[in-house]
Every structure is written in structure tokens, then in C-alpha cells.
């Protein structure tokens, strides 16, 4: 197995992604950019099977700010896998989308969000990138059989996450007595995955993903909790109140993700096991170097 890092540094050092890779087992990585056509023709030769692409500048709120840099990365790089993927007569892809090309939803009281919704109102550039990955490789599938499972992550957390995501923020300035920066009111709801349910959908989808078959899958929680919520649970959880600063809705930002799941599961076998109060639990004692429950 071969992947591909370009270790970036712009949400936050590329130290943590470094030791992170250090630990992985049987796997070659080579470190390079996705947007460059002769790297990717190093790490995508004619022996591979399938070509797992989770590789993004992600970020909401980030990519109201820099929409170029998220256009290059999330466009440009896909187009240049799946250009090499033509080139050599590849036919298997699985592709990291995203919950947040389904927009922003009126309130907070909605039905899940299922994949034949149109997903016409991207709420950031960042959503839209994603919402463009997908459409180019229906295009692929259609012109020269592109077989793809597209599948739209929804808040995925757990050990080793972004330590710029909401639990991980909350989670560290909680134990050390830092304030915390609460947006809108604490109504807003999130579908929060754990990385092992995450984990287990993307490996169904790389064992069935077939030539000139185009797939949307939706690998979530299916159990929202509001911002609230969440910040009482790892409140509970650490055994610390939390100092909060509330601050106005931010630009991008949407009031529910809510997955269902009835496609994945079908498909793909796909059914999460975790719920957001037992996932925090787990991050906490990997954390704190404890046993995980």
C-alpha cells in the first residue's frame, strides 16, 4: 500500500500529521502535493487496485478566507488523480466528501439529509469543492467509466483528529483552564462520527467499489446533539466546568448535519456503533494515555 501527504501546514503544524504517519504500518508514504502530475504518477502506477482519495484542504471557516487555495487543492488535485487514473486504465475510486455539501437547512427540526437531495446551496467554498469533486467524477463515470463511491463524512472525531475541530479545541482548553469560544446561541446540532465507524464504512466501500458504477454514501452517527450538549458531555467527561465566551454565528457555518444512513447500510453494511458520549470517553482516556473503554 502506497499513499500520499503533502504534510501541510496551514490549519495547524504539520508535526502532529508527521508523528501520526510515523505509526502507520505497511504502507509507503511518499510526501508530495496532489496537485503535482508528476508525483502522482510516482504513488498511482498500473498495479494498483483502488485508489482511496481523502486527501483535501478542509475547513469551513478557513476557506471563506483563502476559496483559491481551497479550489486548487480540492478541484485541481482530484482532477489531476483522476487524470492519471485515465491515463493508465484505473477504474476504482473512493472519494472523501463531505456532509457540508448538503447547505444550510431552515432550524434545527429537519429530517436527516439523504444523497438524492440536489445539494444546489453549498453554505462555504470549502463545501463547494467538495460538491464539485463529486459532480467531476459523475462526469468521469459517464465519459470513461469511473467506478466511484463518493462518501460524505459527517464530523468525524476520535483519537489523532484535527486539533482544530470542536471536540479537540473544547477538550484541551476545558483540562487546562482555558476559555472556550461558543458560536450562536448552543442550538446548533452536529451528526458527530467516531473515527472507527468512519474507518469501517470507507474500508465496505474500497472491498466494493465497481467500474462505471457512481455511489453517494452518507457515513454518519445518525444521533445529533447541540452544541450544548456537547460541551456538557465533556464537561461531564473531564470532570471540569467550562469557561465559555460566546461569540455571534459565524459565516459558513449551518444550524444541523443529520445523516441518514439507510443507502451505506444497504450497500455498504454500514451501521456506526458509537455514540458521541462513549466517543468522548475514548478520545479522553486516549488523551490522557488511559486504556480506551
Known amino acids: 500500500m502506497t499513499g500520499i501527504d503533502s504534510f501541510d501546514g496551514y490549519l495547524y503544524p504539520a508535526e502532529p500529521k508527521r508523528r501520526n504517519a510515523a505509526e502507520l504500518k505497511g504502507v509507503t508514504l511518499v510526501e ?3 496537485c503535482d502530475a508528476a508525483v502522482i504518477e510516482r504513488v498511482i502506477t498500473r498495479d494498483v487496485d483502488v ?29 489531476v488523480i483522476i487524470e ?24 434545527t427540526d429537519v429530517a436527516a439529509f439523504r444523497e438524492d437531495d440536489p445539494c444546489l446551496t453549498p453554505a462555504s467554498p470549502y463545501a463547494a469543492t467538495k460538491r464539485m469533486g463529486e459532480l467531476l467524477l459523475s462526469t468521469y463515470r459517464d465519459l470513461f467509466g469511473l467506478g466511484v463511491s463518493a462518501l460524505r463524512f459527517f464530523t468525524v472525531y476520535g483519537p489523532r483528529q484535527r486539533p482544530d475541530m470542536a471536540i479537540a479545541k473544547f477538550v484541551d482548553a476545558i483540562r487546562h483552564d482555558r476559555p472556550i469560544t461558543l458560536f450562536g ?31 453517494i454514501y452518507n457515513l454518519g452517527g445518525t444521533h445529533t446533539i447541540s452544541l450544548a450538549e456537547l460541551v456538557a458531555t465533556i464537561e461531564r467527561v473531564i470532570g471540569k466546568r467550562a469557561v465559555i465566551e460566546r461569540q455571534p454565528d459565524q459565516p459558513g457555518d449551518v444550524p444541523i448535519t443529520y445523516a441518514n444512513i439507510d443507502r451505506a447500510n444497504a450497500e455498504l453494511g454500514y ?5 458521541p458520549d462513549e466517543g468522548i470517553e475514548r478520545y479522553w482516556a486516549w488523551l490522557a494515555g488511559r486504556p480506551m473503554p
Open 271 to 275: 451501521q456506526p456503533t458509537t455514540r
Open 185 to 215: 446561541d448552543g442550538t446548533s446540532r452536529r451528526d458527530y462520527t467516531y473515527i472507527d465507524d468512519i474507518v469501517t464504512g470507507t474500508v465496505a466501500a474500497i472491498e466494493r467499489v465497481q467500474p462505471a458504477q457512481y455511489a
Open 51 to 79: 485508489v482511496c482519495h481523502l486527501a483535501a484542504l478542509a475547513g469551513v471557516r478557513p476557506s471563506l478566507a483563502q476559496p483559491l487555495r481551497y479550489m486548487r487543492a480540492n478541484v485541481e488535485g482530484t482532477t
Open 32 to 34: 508530495g502535493d496532489i
Open 84 to 107: 492519471r487514473m485515465r491515463a493508465l486504465g484505473l477504474q476504482r475510486l473512493v472519494f472523501a466528501s463531505s456532509s457540508s455539501v448538503y447547505g444550510a437547512k431552515p432550524g
